[in-house]
């Protein structure tokens, strides 16, 4: 946080505004859109200053918002490590540079998932004791409960020390931003069973119920939505396929709800009827309500976007994620948590 004029405290973010595949008009688009609607908001927008200061940014006008120019941009075809070690004007790195200098309190991009969590490692580090970052998104049950989900895509693989570490974090996460007191933390798996799944999941069960407070089990993917956990813990793998599955899921739905509302008259006279519950449906459902996930056990805020993010997912992700995100810390609470026996410390630790 900063201090702006008159000694107000003003909160400044860094945003990679070349990342992804509508940048930079829709990058600009959320950007004005999120410091018009939030006071005390400062936005770094990291990339060309050409493209940025042309027609595509012809309406930044807003005095909380600053141009840093960077050349270069990270493809989602290169190999993360070297793009990023080797493209030092790229606007991903120039972002998280502002961030490890102290210049920004968080950064946010659509750019490669990869390339973001090589940079991350590399600029801002880990928290103290964690093993591995993890993507974390928070998602919405049609009762409209909200639970996470980690990892979603940081980590094609996870030790069973990880997996432990993102349950701690997610716990921490779901406290901390979404006001559950005692969250219950679920592994996604095959089937409800202690022996059901494949040999690290088996094995995490019995890490987690020896060492979690608040563990409840395993959690098939068809449950999901009923509201029976509020973190749910996978490796990078599941979590991913499980995220996409859910989004295609979610599209289709509604194209095939809106061909069938407007194939025959009897539907489209009882469509203005429908339209709000449809909506209220929609809107809970939509990836694009949060906006990003949080790689979450970096020393620092870095928040990705969805590489096909629009104005109002990046409006959003702004909004709901990185602004309280930078109020309440919970970086700080996951290190202390660490080593302050936040679990339960009767068993022997497990590597996996």
């Not at 895509?153 to 007191?181: F, H, K, S, T, V």
């Amino acid at each position: 946080m900063f201090l702006a004029g008159g000694d107000e405290l003003v909160l400044r973010i860094a945003v990679d505004a070349m990342g992804g595949d509508y940048a930079p008009l829709e990058i600009i688009k959320g950007v004005i859109d999120a410091v018009e609607r939030v006071e005390g908001l400062e936005i770094l927008l990291v990339g060309r200053a050409e493209q940025l200061n042309g027609p595509d940014g012809k309406n930044i006008i807003s005095p909380r918002i600053s141009i840093v120019h960077a050349e270069e941009i990270i493809g989602n075809n290169e190999d993360p490590g070297l793009a990023i070690r080797s493209k030092r004007n790229a606007s991903m790195v120039v972002a998280l540079e502002l961030v490890r200098q102290g210049r920004a309190d968080a950064m946010l991009s659509c750019g490669s998932t990869g390339a973001l969590m090589a940079g991350g490692l590399l600029f801002l580090g880990k928290i103290s004791g964690i093993k591995r970052p993890a993507l974390l998104t928070i998602i919405s049950a049609l009762g409209g409960e909200q639970f996470v989900i980690l990892d979603i895509g940081a980590n094609m693989d996870a030790r069973l020390e990880q997996m432990l570490q993102y349950a701690l974090m997610g716990a921490i996460y779901a406290r901390r931003m979404l006001g559950i007191e005692s969250p219950r933390i679920a592994l996604l798996n095959v089937g409800v069973e202690e022996n059901k799944g494949n040999q690290q999941v088996k094995s995490a069960y019995g890490l987690f119920k020896r060492k979690l407070h608040g563990f409840v089990g395993n959690l098939e993917a068809k449950e999901i939505f009923a509201a029976k956990a509020d973190v749910v813990v996978c490796d990078g793998f599941a979590g991913n396929v499980m995220l996409k599955v859910m989004e295609g899921i979610s599209r289709e739905i509604f194209l095939f709800l809106g061909e069938q509302i407007a194939g025959n008259a009897q539907t489209r006279a009882v469509a203005p009827q429908l339209a709000p519950l449809l909506q209220s449906v929609r809107a809970e459902l939509d990836e694009a309500e949060y906006g990003g996930a949080l790689l979450i056990g970096l020393n620092g805020i870095c928040i990705k976007c969805h590489g096909a993010s629009r104005q109002r997912a990046i409006s959003q992700a702004i909004i709901r994620q990185v602004y309280p995100l930078i109020q309440r810390d919970i970086n700080r609470e996951i290190e202390l948590a660490l080593t302050g026996g936040w679990f339960n410390e009767e068993a022997d630790d497990e590597k996996g």
